[in-house]
């Protein structure tokens, strides 16, 4: 209510304003007539002063001039110039105002949310706790999502997933069975059935069940509810992070289901801390960086996403737990001058030379780590944020202040 009482008071003194200013105009306009008839009867006064002698020639040339001058003027503004307008009469007056003040109603009560009440921030933020508390549970949720044509199996493949539902049924509390089971019906896309396995084989575990368990359970969760995170989905990523409060991708789903009840300044939050950590390649910054843009538009946030940072893939760490000690030190070594060189060339993110530094000290190599140190307070020199990053890197890597 508040909302219609500020705007309607906001169009009629808009449309009063614009009533004011057109009834000067025409109060105006009589009185610039009058002085075109007083300029006129001066002109009359002059000549007749003339006729009498009581001015020179000289004298009533020179009145004349300045009079016709203003005359000229004032009849400008009498017929129409930059200083007059038409009179308005006052039933057009009303007319626009109640134009003005119905049209922008009435536009609004189109485009606007007229049914929507103020809502202070601790109103917002409460509703959006409520959200989280009674939004749907995973069965309904699975209930609504629409139906997706699963993967097409080869003859023998799906001769051999029969054989394995048949042995599950009969058998619920074999174990392997189960896992095989969630495995081979999410790879097939029956997320549904994949779920109601993979729930078996975290019932079974008990209190034995890994991180990977519960967060296999929560991702199989969301993939079948269509990408929503139920309250059954949250509760295993929870648990994922009760065992592993490092988990990457539990963070990124529990930032998602801040997001989809109507928290997207704590999604912002640790999605943005996810970034920084990293790795590039892990599995969740892809989807976070395709959508922490949104999330940060609708948190009302100016937000720029930190720059990806270069570094060891998946891959390389996997090939070097196969190496020497020896083939390690220098692949790593050779991945940190690779780095360095880059940088030296092409310059790059605070980030990167922070991880630089801190690789130079994990070598030992404290000199260079110093060196690179140095550069880097140049490069960033009046980069406060750049500047602090750096100071911290140096102190990991055994620099001091």
Known sequence: ???????????????????????????????????????????????????????????????????????????????????????????????????????????????????????????????????????????????????????????????????????????????????????????????????????????????????????????????AANGYVSPEAEAAFRETLARDPGNGAAQYYLGLMRWQTGRPDVALGLWDRLLRQGPEDAPWIAPIRAQIGDAARLAGVDYTPPEALAGPSAADVEAAEAMSAEDRDAMIRGMVQSLSDRLATEGGSPQEWARLIGAYGVLGDLEQARAIHAEALEVFAGNDGALALIRAAGEQAGLGG
């Open 1 to 223: 209510m508040l909302f219609w009482i500020i705007a309607v008071a906001l169009a009629c003194a808009v449309a009063a304003i614009i009533a004011v200013t057109a009834w000067r105009a025409r109060a105006e306009a009589p009185a610039r007539g009058a002085d075109v008839a007083v300029y006129r009867a001066q002109l009359a006064e002059v000549d007749r002063d003339l006729g009498r002698g009581v001015i020179g020639a000289e004298e009533a040339d020179r009145l004349r001039n300045e009079i016709s001058r203003r005359l000229l003027a004032a009849d400008a503004g009498a017929r129409g110039g930059p200083s007059a307008t038409r009179a308005a009469h006052p039933v057009a007056l009303a007319v626009i105002a109640a134009v003005l003040v119905a049209g922008s109603l009435s536009l609004y009560a189109v485009m606007g949310r007229p049914g929507y009440g103020d809502m202070p921030l601790a109103e917002r933020l409460a509703r959006a706790e409520a959200t989280a508390a009674s939004r749907p549970g995973q069965a309904e949720a699975e209930a609504a999502a629409p139906a997706r044509p699963g993967q097409q199996p080869s003859e023998e493949f799906a001769a051999l997933m029969e054989r394995l539902r048949g042995a599950v049924a009969e058998r619920p509390d074999d174990l392997q069975g189960q896992r095989l089971l969630a495995r081979n019906e999410a790879t097939l896309g029956n997320y549904a059935a994949a779920r109601a396995a993979q729930a078996r084989v975290v019932d079974l575990l008990g209190d034995g069940a890994t991180a990977q368990d519960h967060l296999m359970l929560g991702e199989i969760m969301v993939l």
